[in-house]
């Protein structure tokens, strides 16, 4: 299987659709999106290919290949793609709605950034969707990805690193614990889990950083009252906003449409609208959740289709 495959679509009406899919274990957000930037800058622009400013390829000297069995728990086995029935719905939330949303969120010890926000009100819908279809309101684990080239500050050779360095937070929702569903705790609550997330990992010897990923995914992904729960409503959150996805210009102009997904989980997908200070939403769910889900009042109060 080839970890990398591009395919380029050229149509009759003269446009031209550029496909990129890869192995997530080789390559993260971080770095798929500068390799397409800096390629593209490469063919605008003409650099010579001694010129080019690429990321390094270090990260199998820092992280050498181990045995993961003796560190991580059995993978639990991936839902039939068949079975699941994945749609994709695109929302979008404008700058005005934006400014609502903060006035909802309300004051806090700290100002949220407009991804947490949404991330909250989006996991807030899907509860509630999730509510409607089996009577009560159940647990849930949302997967948060943190870029951690920047986070590991014993680690400074990484921070340009072409691979893989994407940890992701558990956010773990349990009825009751969350009052009235109020919409700043459950932001309280993502901002909560990425800080203790970043400070588990950020430890002083390669060895200790990956024993304390092991540990992450072993207590909440892999646990059986959890990610290994039938009972457990399981999404991710992923976040390109400020990733250079606009700018991705081969010389033919820039991109008018994105589609991202993995077609394996239920994710929300966050990207930076093509003009305006909005923020688009690529939310890919399970059919039957996705009739519910787009009729929450959250949903209509804030987002457009």
Not at 53 to 68: C, E, G, Q
Not at 234 to 257: H, I, N, V
Request: net charge negative; hydrophobic share 40%.
């Amino acid at each position: 299987m080839p970890i990398v495959i591009v395919q380029i679509t050229e149509f009759e009406c003269g446009g031209l659709a550029l496909s990129m899919s890869h192995a997530h274990t080789a390559m993260d957000g971080f770095t798929t999106f500068t390799f397409i930037n800096e390629w593209t800058k490469v063919c605008r622009l003409g650099i010579p290919e001694d010129k080019i400013d690429f990321l390094s390829i270090n990260l199998a000297d820092v992280f050498p290949s181990r045995d993961l069995s003796k560190l991580l728990l059995p993978r639990l086995p991936q839902e039939d793609r068949e079975e699941a029935k994945l749609v994709a719905k695109r929302l979008y939330i404008n700058e005005s709605a934006i400014s609502r949303l903060r006035e909802e969120v309300g004051d806090l010890c700290f100002k949220p950034s407009r991804v947490e926000m949404i991330v909250a009100l989006l996991w807030r819908a899907l509860l509630r969707a999730s509510e409607k279809k089996h009577g009560h309101l159940r647990r849930s684990l949302m997967g948060v990805p943190i870029n951690m080239r920047p986070k590991l500050k014993s680690l400074p050779q990484i921070e340009k690193s072409f691979g893989n360095l994407v940890i992701y937070a558990p956010v773990k929702f349990i009825p009751g614990e969350i009052n009235n569903m109020e919409l700043h705790n459950f932001v309280r609550l993502i901002r909560d889990t990425v800080k203790e997330t970043i400070v588990a990992c950020d430890k002083t010897s390669p060895d200790d950083v990956v024993a304390a990923l092991a540990n992450i995914y072993n207590e909440s992904f892999q646990e059986q009252e959890w990610g290994a729960s039938d009972e457990v409503d399981m999404y991710t959150s992923s976040s390109l906003c400020r990733f250079p996805t606009q700018e991705a210009d081969f010389g033919w102009g820039k991109p008018c449409l994105m589609h991202f997904g993995s077609r394996h989980n239920q994710v929300c997908w966050l990207y930076d609208a093509e003009c305006g200070n909005g923020i688009c939403v690529q939310m890919d769910l399970k059919e039957t959740n996705a009739k519910l889900f787009e009729c929450e009042d959250d949903i209509k109060a804030f987002f457009e289709f």
